[in-house]
Structures are given as structure tokens and as C-alpha cells.
């Protein structure tokens, strides 16, 4: 009997077009945001040429889980059209015994440069530095070092970016690509207003790296070995992508979560959960420093009732004048423009900015509570704002620089715990002013 070809429902021919109309990086950008089950699918359909070019361009969490559902000649083909930057940031999702089976299909060339980038540590720039780049040597003529572009250029990160070292491999500066094609052939390289560039060591943090390329508008930046030999480059590509990854990870930090470090829909439920509870149980055992202020304070209370009135006007206040302080702080270090050095600068500023935040809110706040409650409650109530606000102002200011001086993450205690922190402070405040203005 012969067999019937069943045609393909509309919409999987619509989707065909789709993926042969649509640029790679849409169409990456689109399989990082649906379910692991359905993305699997529609990578299936796609050529292997076209497989590669996008894959490049997926999240390493979404790449592993794609590598993990194929056929390991598939997988294979896919991992060593990577570069070598990227297979070790995609060996980073995958473990040991993993590593070393992607490590051991590369031709040794691949593997050696790849086991290389994994050898230095997590957060450095020796892993995500490129070690395809094109030295120039001082010697060359313009001509000869045009011709190695030529002959060699296909092979590397970049070839607008290169450096220039001597017969030891020292790094003696760079030169971008624009300036060579513009000078003499018989020109010698040492000759040219070559770069002064800095330079960094494997060791040194990503996000510095990363922070000086988008400062200097530079195109890449050498990175050196502990000899001062040239090992690698960091290009400005790497380098958003770091940053954009350091910025996500202050956010939700920022918020009181666990960093996910992949793609919203590349993680289950139950690591939402693991990457929120923690928090929120800490968080909560830090609250019962507001519980133990309102028992401490309990016969203040019984005495004017009125005064249970204003304390979530006072601790929302507080806690989010701290909370904005805070932001704006761990902000603004990371993109340097504050240091620990600027410790006092920063206080008094902050001080003097919740002085004014909170006088301003109670010049209103008094006429307002006066008018209903009267003027030792409208009193109350305006002095707490006062010192409420300024404080809250320089305890978030502070905390993310006290936080940055012992080497921890300024955002993992700043909002939430500013905030708790300012709750706890502002009631005794509140109680305290309340006890010597009302004669309690």
C-alpha cells in the first residue's frame, strides 16, 4: 500500500516562513522566552547552518538545555562552532564530568584555548577574554602588518582592535584598524600614534573590565597573564553582557531575590521559590524588631490611641526614603560615579537632602493633622517626619558603602533591609518624640 503524505497544518507552514524570513537574533531573542518542550521543536526545524548562527546568540542556560535534549553529534557540531569565550561560559551550566566530555571532541588547539579560559576564576576576566586575537608586532611596515589582517583576520574576535607587542609577547600598545589603513604602507607600526591603552590583569573583576570599556568608548582592552604577557582580549560585546548581567543581578537584589542568572523561563517554579524564600524569611525575622517596638511602647499607646493612627503613614515614609536613598547609592557605585572614599561626602549630602524631604513633608503634614487631631498630635507628627526622613537618608546611604568597604554586594543590604531597619528606628522615634512633646 502506498502512504499518504499528510500536509503540514497552516500554522507549522507559517511558522517555517517565519524562520526563514526572520533575522537570527529575533528569532533567538523569541526561542529564550518560550517553554524548554516547544523550543526544542522549533530548533528542530531549522537547517544546520541556520542552527548555529542562532544558537550563537542564545542565553548559555538556554544553549545547555538545547545541547542536553540532542543527539550528541548534533551537540558536538554545535559546540565547536562556538568561540572560545563562549564554550567556556557554556561549560559553566553543565557538570565536571560533562566538561570534560564537550572538552575531549575539540581539536587540541580548541581544547587547549578553551581549558584555558576555565582555569581562571568565575568572575574574571580571564574567562571571558578571547584568545583569538591578532598581534602586530612594532617592526612591521603598514603594508606587511595589512597583509597579516588579510591573511589572518578571519580567525580572530576582531580585527579592529589590535594590539601591538614586542618579540616576548609584553603588550607595547594597540591600534585600531581605521588607523592603519589610513597611514603610509612604507610606514613602521612603532611609528603610529598607537593606543596607550590600559590594560588588566586575568584576575581581574569582569565588571571592572567591562565598566572601562563602556567609560572609554574603547572597542576591546588587552588582558594580561602574571608575566605581563598579552593572553587575551575583552570586547565591547562581552562587555554589555556583563554589565547588563550585573545590573540584573543588583535589581533583584535590590528587591530581595536570589539572582536567577538565566532566562525567566529557563528555571522551574520550585527555583523561583528557592530564589525568593530565603529573603523573605530573613526579611521577616528582622521585622520583629518593629513587633518588639510597638510591645515596648504598648502603655504609649493605650494612653493616646490617636498615635496608632500615623505609624503606617511614618514607616511607609521612612522605609521608602531609605529605600531611595539606598538605590540611588548602590547605583551610583556601580557605575563609580561614588567610591568608599566619598564615605562622608555622601552622608552629609543625603543628611541634608532627608532634612529637606522631611521638613517639606511636615510643613504639610501639621496643618493637616492639626486641623483634625490637634496641635500636640499635628507636633508629634511633623517632628518624627523630620527626623524620620534624615535618618532614613543616611542610613540607606551609608549601608551600601559600609557594605562595599568589606567586600559584599551593596545591593543584597540595601532596600529591603534599609527598609526594616528605618521601621524599627523611626517608631522609637515616634514614641520617644511623643513621650516628651505629650508629657507621656
Known amino acids: 500500500m502506498s502512504k499518504t503524505i499528510t500536509e ?60 542536553t535534549a540532542m543527539d550528541s553529534g548534533e551537540a558536538f557540531a554545535l559546540f565547536e562552532e562556538l568561540e572560545p569565550d563562549d564554550r567556556a561560559r557554556l561549560l559553566g551550566e553543565f557538570p565536571e564530568d560533562t566538561v570534560q566530555t564537550f572538552l575531549s571532541i575539540l581539536k587540541p588547539e580548541d581544547r587547549t584555548s578553551t581549558a584555558l579560559l576555565l582555569d581562571y576564576p568565575a568572575e574574571s576576566a580571564g574567562r571571558i577574554m578571547s584568545p583569538n586575537f591578532l598581534a602586530l608586532k612594532g617592526d612591521m611596515t603598514v603594508a606587511e602588518a595589512l597583509s597579516i589582517v588579510r591573511k589572518e583576520g578571519h580567525d580572530v574576535e576582531t580585527i579592529y582592535f589590535l594590539p601591538i607587542v614586542d618579540d616576548q609577547g609584553h603588550l607595547l600598545g594597540a591600534i ?59 570586547t565591547v560585546d562581552d562587555a554589555m553582557d556583563i554589565i547588563q548581567r550585573e545590573e540584573t543581578e543588583d535589581i533583584a537584589r535590590t528587591s530581595a531575590v536570589e539572582p536567577l ?19 523573605l524569611s530573613m526579611l521577616a525575622i528582622a521585622a520583629t524588631l518593629t513587633v518588639n517596638v510597638l510591645t515596648a511602647f504598648e502603655a504609649t499607646l493605650e494612653q493616646v490611641v490617636t498615635l496608632a493612627l500615623f505609624i503606617p503613614l511614618l514607616i511607609g515614609i521612612g522605609g521608602n526614603a531609605g529605600a531611595q536613598s539606598a538605590t540611588t547609592i548602590v547605583r551610583a557605585l556601580a557605575v563609580d560615579d561614588v567610591r568608599t572614599s566619598d564615605l562622608v561626602r555622601v552622608g552629609v549630602r543625603e543628611a541634608g537632602v532627608g532634612l529637606l524631604l522631611g521638613t517639606s513633608l511636615a510643613v504639610v503634614a501639621f496643618f493637616v493633622v492639626w486641623a483634625i487631631f490637634g496641635e500636640g498630635i499635628a507636633l508629634v507628627v511633623s517632628l518624627t517626619l523630620v527626623v524620620v526622613c534624615t535618618m532614613a537618608a543616611l542610613v540607606g546611604s551609608l549601608m551600601p558603602l559600609f557594605a562595599r568597604m568589606v567586600k559584599v554586594d551593596p545591593a543584597v543590604i540595601s532596600a529591603p533591609f534599609v527598609t526594616t531597619i528605618v521601621d524599627a528606628s523611626g517608631l522609637i522615634v515616634y514614641f520617644l518624640i511623643a513621650t516628651a512633646v505629650l508629657g507621656l
Not at 526545524?45 to 545541547?67: G, K, M, N, V
Not at 592603519?180 to 604602507?185: D, K, R, S
Not at 529557563?266 to 523561583?272: C, I, N, R
Request: glycine share 2%.
Open 176 to 234: 585600531e584598524l581605521e588607523d592603519l589603513v589610513m597611514a603610509e604602507m612604507s610606514d613602521q607600526v612603532r611609528d603610529l600614534e598607537y593606543l596607550k591603552s590600559d590594560s588588566f590583569s586575568v584576575r581581574d573583576d569582569q565588571e571592572e573590565v567591562a565598566r572601562y570599556i563602556q567609560s572609554a568608548d574603547s572597542i576591546a582592552v588587552p588582558v594580561l597573564e602574571d608575566d605581563d604577557t598579552l593572553v587575551g582580549i575583552v
Open 8 to 67: 503540514p497544518p497552516e500554522e507549522e507552514i507559517e511558522l517555517d516562513t517565519w524562520l526563514s524570513e526572520t533575522d537570527e537574533v529575533t528569532i533567538a531573542a523569541e526561542l529564550d522566552h518560550i517553554e524548554s518542550e516547544r523550543r526544542q521543536e522549533i530548533f528542530g526545524r531549522l537547517s544546520p547552518e541556520r542552527a548555529a548562527e542562532i544558537f550563537d546568540y542564545l542565553e548559555p542556560a538556554i544553549q545547555a538545555q538545547l545541547l
Open 261 to 279: 542568572g538565566k532566562p525567566y523561563f529557563a528555571v522551574t517554579s520550585v527555583q523561583l521559590v528557592k530564589s525568593r524564600i530565603i529573603w
